[in-house]
């Protein structure tokens, strides 16, 4: 029968695991016949962990042979602060998430941070409170790096010591109170129904690292009766351009000087092949399978997303990676319309390619193309070719909106559904369930079918 307590305890020396990302330190420990392993982002962290292993293996302390822990960590010993909770929680998860990923975390801890305040005396004001928590607490690189900058360390200093207890959100109203904080902008309004889904995502994951450390007993979110806003994933047929209008929008773009020129075909891209902004982006001359004219492929292997340079792992503005729902190595192959080629095939003619083989580049300095310059040539451009009415609409809103209209354009002509989804690089569910009201024509047909079928005598 197995023993729940034992003292055969042996503490191994900390593991140094380099990951592609990031580097992530492991503490290893063997409980009777049991190894258990913890991994942090910092070895400060690691060495900190270790050390109360080792202060309670030479105290003599009983460990559980369940959890491999000394049985005096029960919660109600484990206290730890929100603050420096949030702090270990980005640091466990920093190594294996994106940029964007990394940011949405942050700024879901940052949220509910106000929520767990536990004074209000000497509070610094919000904004300098949020700078602190996203600029550099909620920041592991940032923070990894030193001590905060000179006009945040107050308040790092004050919310160190200011913040309530992890266990406090095991009661329900405190729970409640985090929600609500990741539910409402700071006008009072509400936030969108997706985001909300996403923070609250976040949050749940981290309540469940807070059991696995023993600061919780069950997780106060999950329990918690809550019934967010239904959130509409659905595209809406206005924002989608009909083949008339993006072409106009796409000589609009030419007309932009002195970038539009070099951007008629990373727009293009987008409209007729369906491309992502960062798949586009990241694009090179040995990603082109074209003849002279005619259908050609498109071979998509990376995106290069621009999370900023606090959230990447180069520091770099943008952070190279797989492509969306894949694998990294996997690829995907879009197709390029016989218009697409003409226009590919006229921009290298006239431009060329960057020296990595990168079809987009800025003007100055041959870096990345800047997401901020191709959004200004799209709103001139929006201006120029738009009428009044529909420049104050929703259509092509954004550079996005041409992806929703090559889609749109793929699933209104009759392609079938697994073969739009395979270029586009969506599952089929989600494919339908995001353009289902962008499908048109198929209304007419069924009632045509239901009235053929009761016109039969």
Known sequence: MLKERTYDVRIYKIEIREHEKATTYRVRWKVDSRVHRMAFATKAHAESYRADLLSAARRGEAFSTGTGLPVSWERAERVMSWFDFACAYMD??????????????????????????????????????????????????????????????????????NTRPVGDLEDPSMARKALEALSTRRDGKRMAASTVQRTRGVLVNAMQYAIELRLLNRNPITDLPWKATKSVR????????????????????????????????????????????????????????????????????????????????????RDPGPLKHRERGESRIAPCPPELTRILHAHLKDLGAAPDGRIFWALKGGTYLHESTYHRVWR??????????????????????????????????????????EWAGHSVAVLLHVYAK??????????????????EE
């Open 92 to 161: 466990m998860k920093w190594p294996n998430l994106a940029g964007h990923s990394r940011r949405i975390s942050a700024s879901t801890l940052r949220d509910v941070t106000f929520a767990l305040l536990s004074t209000s005396r000497g509070r610094p004001d919000d904004d300098t409170l949020r700078r602190a928590l996203l600029e550099w607490a909620f920041n592991t690189r940032r923070r990894n790096e030193g001590e905060p900058p000179e006009d945040l360390r107050r308040a790092v200093e004050w919310l160190k010591q």
């Open 234 to 317: 659905q595209v809406d047929r206005r924002v989608v351009v009909n083949p008339a209008q993006a072409r106009a929008l796409l000589e609009a773009v030419r007309a932009q000087k002195p970038s539009g020129p070099r951007l008629v075909a990373f727009f293009a891209l987008m409209y007729y092949a369906a491309l992502r902004p960062e798949e586009a982006v990241n694009l090179r001359k040995s990603n082109l399978v074209l003849l002279e004219e005619g259908w050609g492929e498109l071979i998509l292997e990376t995106a290069n997303p621009a999370p900023g340079t606090a959230w990447s792992n180069s520091g770099d503005r």
């Open 380 to 421: 001139k451009a929006r201006k120029a070719a738009l009428t009044e009415e529909e420049f104050a609409s929703p259509l092509a809103k954004r550079p996005y909106d041409l992806r929703h209209a090559a889609v749109s354009t793929w699933l209104n002509a009759g392609v079938p559904a697994p073969q739009v989804a």
């Open 438 to 455: 962008c499908i048109s024509g198929q209304e007419e047909q069924a009632r045509q079918r239901i009235a053929d079928v009761l016109s």
